[in-house]
Structures are given as C-alpha cells and as structure tokens.
C-alpha cells in the first residue's frame, strides 16, 4: 500500500491536536420522502485520527457514511475535504481525492480474481490512479499482503469465505490510495480472534498517516480501537468524544438498552 504523501503521524486526542480538520461535516441532513434518516449532524475528523460511529440499528450511521462518500447527496448542509467543499461532487471524484470506503454489503466483483478485484480500486484511486494495469496489479499485491490475503490472490474473489471478505474490502478500498477511509462494519459477523485481527490492520492503517472512521457494533472493539467515538440515535448526534466517558453517558446507555433498563 502506498504512503505516499500520507507521512505517519502521532495520532491525535480528540479535537485537541489544532490542525485543520482533514474530513468535516456541518448540519449534515438527508430525507427520503417523509423519512429524516440523518439530521443536523456536524463533527470534524483531525489528522490520523480514528473516529468510531455507533449508534443503535436505523440510527444513520450507514446513511452519513454515504453522504460524505457521495453515494447520497445531502438534503441541507455541507461536507468538506481538507479545506474544499465537496458536497455537491459525484462519489468517484470524492474518491480520486482521497475518500475511500468498504460497504457493509460486501460485492466483490464477480468472475475475477482476488488480485484484480483490488486492482480495480487502484486503477480508479486518489489522482488519477495507477497508469497501466501492471502497476495497479503491483499496488494490488502490496494491499493482499497488508490485509493478510496475499495467499488468495489467484482465488476468485467470490469463493472467499465471510472474513476474507471483509479483508477484500479493506484491500479494495487501501488500493485507492485514500486520505481517509471509512469503514461500515468491517469486523461483523467476526468471531474474536478474528475482531483482534481487523483492529491490529486498521491500527496498522493509520499508523501510514490515513484518517479514519469506523462504524461498529462491537463495542469492545469500538472502545480499544477509537481515538473518539460519536454516537447516532434517530439520526442525531447525541453524544461526541472520548470512549470511556460516551460509552458511560446516560443518554447513550439508554439509547441502547431503553429508558426502563438504562
């Protein structure tokens, strides 16, 4: 995977570091019909941060996702990229800048193999990605070998097994080259071992510079692995800041387990 232009950095505290934010949102909003999925929603993402969403099912999480990976366009408010506003631009544009994303619906692409499935995203990525196809095929191999997947590069990619497909994501999507990437539930349906395994790979992510945001329900995971955490219920904020001290706070506490149990 290449660093290139993304120096490591010492992984900042929240919002204390100063430096301008690399990903913001303000007043993020998007209705479908009747329907409020996300509303007034703003926060901004530091320098090799990263940046853990939760939030209970049908909070907004997957939907703020899209809008600030363009796959959704807001209905109010804005999305900016290292100092540009970017909310009006289409999603491979978003990309060729440097905001890369795995889905939580994973769709490798069918009938290749796994190094051309990871290929592609270095075809496509930040700039105007690699020049031929050796040289994304090269990027690729690098990305396989970053994710642990270097053994299946000849498999197709949709006889991967559910882990190893979590794994393809990540892979597709380090493949662009991304500034920041944002991660949907990459460590679902993982058992243990395999959760500690994912973490030590998106750790190892942002230790080449890269900013990140996680969305996860596995809050042990969430917790060990976030700088900060913001919470989503109904799709408003509700909580914004370090773990320990969302993770305890009442209004988080009852949007997971309900007023009565909270």
Same mark, same amino acid.
């Given at each position: 995977?290449?660093?290139?232009?993304?120096?490591?950095?010492?992984?900042?505290?929240?919002?204390?570091?100063?430096?301008?934010?690399?990903? /913001?949102?303000?007043?993020?909003?998007?209705?479908?019909?009747?329907?409020?999925?996300?509303?007034?929603?703003?926060?901004?993402?530091?320098?090799?941060?990263?940046?853990?969403?939760?939030?209970?099912?049908?909070?907004?999480?997957?939907?703020?996702?899209?809008?600030?990976?363009?796959?959704?366009?807001?209905?109010?408010?804005?999305?900016?990229?290292?100092?540009?506003?970017?909310?009006?631009?289409?999603?491979?544009?978003?990309?060729?800048?440097?905001?890369?994303?795995?889905?939580?619906?994973?769709?490798?692409?069918?009938?290749?193999?796994?190094?051309?499935?990871?290929?592609?995203?270095?075809?496509?990525?930040?700039?105007?990605?690699?020049?031929?196809?050796?040289?994304?095929?090269?990027?690729?191999? /690098?990305?396989?070998?970053?994710?642990?997947?270097?053994?299946?590069?000849?498999?197709?990619?949709?006889?991967?097994?559910?882990?190893?497909?979590?794994?393809?994501?990540?892979?597709?999507?380090?493949?662009?080259?991304?500034?920041?990437?944002?991660?949907?539930?990459?460590?679902?349906?993982?058992?243990?071992?395999?959760?500690?395994?994912?973490?030590?790979?998106?750790?190892?992510?942002?230790?080449?510079?890269?900013?990140?945001?996680?969305?996860?329900?596995?809050?042990?995971?969430?917790?060990?692995?976030?700088?900060?955490?913001?919470?989503?219920?109904?799709?408003?904020?509700?909580?914004?800041?370090?773990?320990?001290?969302?993770?305890?706070?009442?209004?988080?506490?009852?949007?997971?387990?309900?007023?009565?149990?909270?």
């Amino acid at each position: 995977m290449s660093t290139q232009d993304s120096p490591t950095r010492t992984p900042p505290t929240g919002h204390a570091s100063g430096a301008r934010p690399i990903l /913001e949102a303000r007043g993020l909003t998007r209705r479908f019909a009747g329907l409020v999925a996300v509303h007034d929603v703003s926060f901004a993402l530091a320098p090799g941060e990263i940046l853990g969403f939760i939030g209970p099912n049908g909070a907004g999480k997957t939907t703020l996702i899209s809008l600030l990976s363009g796959t959704l366009e807001p209905t109010e408010g804005e999305v900016w990229f290292d100092g540009r506003r970017i909310d009006r631009m289409a999603a491979f544009r978003r990309a060729r800048l440097g905001i890369g994303r795995t889905f939580q619906i994973m769709q490798p692409f069918p009938g290749l193999p796994v190094l051309d499935n990871v290929a592609v995203g270095a075809l496509f990525g930040r700039g105007q990605g690699q020049a031929n196809l050796a040289l994304a095929r090269e990027s690729a191999r /690098e990305c396989l070998r970053f994710v642990g997947l270097d053994k299946h590069v000849d498999h197709r990619a949709e006889d991967l097994g559910g882990p190893d497909r979590k794994r393809l994501e990540l892979a597709k999507a380090l493949a662009m080259q991304p500034r920041v990437l944002l991660c949907d539930e990459v460590m679902a349906g993982l058992n243990l071992v395999e959760i500690d395994e994912v973490i030590a790979i998106i750790r190892k992510v942002r230790d080449t510079g890269i900013s990140i945001i996680v969305i996860e329900h596995v809050i042990k995971a969430i917790r060990t692995l976030s700088d900060r955490i913001m919470v989503l219920h109904h799709g408003e904020k509700i909580a914004d800041g370090a773990p320990d001290s969302v993770l305890t706070d009442s209004r988080v506490v009852e949007a997971y387990l309900g007023k009565k149990r909270a």
